[in-house]
């Protein structure tokens, strides 16, 4: 996930405002509320709820901003909270996967396209770029938790896909469906991950130059400063300099 990861780490320096944080903390707790309202309340017995509490702890969401968005899905609120996926396609050729909870899909669906014809990119039907991307679960560590050689044996024995490690973290790849085993096995092993969740994953990922590279990551900015815009995926890779110059 090379540009995933990539543009990721320039919107995560670019957050540090208070603003971006609240803003943050909106979506975590958006996210908390619909889990705990397609299931039971107790992240223990609920897989989607739990990765989305261990997302909002590695955030270093208040314990009283994750109870009461918990609270709020039993109060009858959170419930007309739509899932919805666009896809379209970015400069030079980049698919472009984008995730949103929203109360309004018409005005969603509005700014979401908007963004694309703004930085030289096309939205597309559900379904045009999604087949590059294979749907797997992530499972994160940070890098001081294990060695590479005991994460990826514990990975192993946990029935992980794949494993990859850098001084960056660990990020261990599973199937859709074995991703709450491997993540109780390893939380076992090594304590909560930073990261435990289901993502689309590129099957390849597309060089681009610098300006098509800038536009992308503008794109993928004001995708993701949208409050019903939780998630954005792309299949592209960037140069050094430029990655450089878009997080200084």
Do not use: C
């Amino acid at each position: 996930m090379a540009g995933h990861s990539q543009f990721k780490n320039i919107m995560h320096k670019k957050g540090r405002a208070d603003a971006a944080k609240a803003k943050l903390f909106g979506k975590l707790a958006r996210e908390i509320t619909v889990a705990a309202k397609m299931g039971l309340p107790d992240p223990a017995m609920n897989p989607r709820l739990r990765a989305a509490v261990i997302a909002a702890r590695a955030e270093n969401m208040p314990k009283d901003n994750i109870e009461r968005a918990i609270k709020k899905s039993q109060g009858g609120e959170g419930e007309n909270y739509e899932e919805i996926r666009y896809e379209g396609y970015a400069p030079g050729g980049v698919a472009v996967i984008v995730e949103a909870l929203t109360d309004n899909r018409n005005r969603t669906a509005s700014e979401v396209r908007s963004y694309f014809t703004r930085y030289g990119g096309s939205l597309a039907e559900t379904g045009a770029v999604s087949f590059m991307f294979s749907r797997v679960g992530l499972v994160q560590y940070d890098a001081g938790k294990a060695t590479p050689d005991a994460m990826l044996e514990a990975a192993i024995d946990a029935g992980a896909d794949d494993v990859s490690s850098s001084p960056a973290g660990h990020e261990v790849i599973t199937s859709a469906e074995s991703l709450h085993e491997v993540s109780r096995a390893l939380e076992a092993k090594f304590g909560e991950p930073t990261k435990a969740r289901l993502v689309w994953r590129p099957q390849n990922s597309i060089a681009v130059n610098d300006e098509a590279g800038e536009k992308i990551l503008k794109l993928i900015e004001s995708l993701e400063e949208n409050d019903d815009v939780q998630n954005v995926y792309a299949n592209f890779e960037i140069s050094d300099a430029l990655m450089q110059k878009m997080s200084a």
